[in-house]
């Protein structure tokens, strides 16, 4: 089955850096790969995803990039704010299995 | 748009016991899928539905188990509970017969004491 990893597990980040996010994966057939933020108490929240025939994908301060050769994705938080503080998770599926594999999650803090 | 609801918030059941878990998808969306979120384990698929069947399953036992309703709400029962099914349990729900974007509910934080 697909693994994911995902580094590092703890990031600490003064407001207004960049937080960078890394995710590998093992089964070649994945072809999705979404980025999850869950804060205390709730559930995951989509924030962003990208499909392997997309190379890299923005959403204001947010951004995915895909290296399929290499099997690895990376999430890009830039000008980071207080409320960027959360837990995130990658995760990875191919079409037809529907089944996310998720990877262990990486808590990050913006320092104000 | 109301998101994927759940419910109970909280459970708490003793060893042996069963646990019923009920998860309402969001508006329109057919497809159901539960994940079990554990302490040191991270997030694992448990079980998909759609249309009222089950399409793909996790390594999980058997004593895991659901089904799903004409309206696409979800139940998740397990069964003979055991102390390390104590976890948050997240229901997510999808267009479509299967999609790989889904959405999560806030989850249901079992305990077996």
């Known amino acids: 089955g697909e693994n994911v990893e995902q580094h590092p597990s703890t990031l600490s980040v003064q407001e207004g850096d960049s937080a960078v996010i890394k995710c590998t994966y093992s089964?070649?057939?994945?072809?999705?790969f979404p980025w999850y933020k869950q804060e205390l108490g709730k559930g995951p929240q989509l924030i962003i995803d990208?499909?392997?025939?997309?190379g890299e994908k923005k959403d204001q301060r947010i951004a995915v990039t895909l290296n399929k050769t290499a099997k690895h994705f990376s999430l890009h938080i830039t000008e980071t704010q207080p409320e960027d503080s959360a837990v995130y998770f990658c995760?990875?599926?191919?079409?037809?299995?529907?089944?996310?594999?998720f990877g262990a999650g990486t808590t990050v803090t913006v320092r104000a | 748009e109301a998101g994927v609801t759940q419910s109970p918030t909280h459970l708490i059941k003793t060893r042996g016991q069963q646990a019923t878990l009920r998860c309402s998808p969001i508006?329109?969306?057919?497809?159901v899928y539960w994940y079990q979120q554990a302490l040191g384990l991270g997030l694992q698929f448990l079980l998909w539905?759609?249309?009222?069947?089950?399409?793909n399953r996790g390594n999980f036992p058997p004593r895991f188990s659901g089904r799903q309703f004409p309206n696409y709400s979800s139940e998740l029962n397990v069964n003979a509970l055991e102390l390390e099914d104590s976890a948050l349990y997240l229901c997510?729900?999808?267009?479509?017969?299967?999609?790989?974007?889904?959405?999560f509910g806030p989850g249901t934080r079992l305990t077996v004491l």
């Open positions: 508006s329109g969306h057919t497809s």
């Open positions: 997510a729900s999808s267009w479509d017969r299967g999609s790989d974007t889904q959405y």
């Open positions: 995760a990875a599926s191919n079409t037809g299995d529907y089944k996310l594999s």
């Open positions: 539905y759609d249309e009222g069947e089950e399409r």
């Open positions: 089964d070649s057939a994945s072809n999705y």
């Open positions: 990208i499909r392997s025939n997309v």
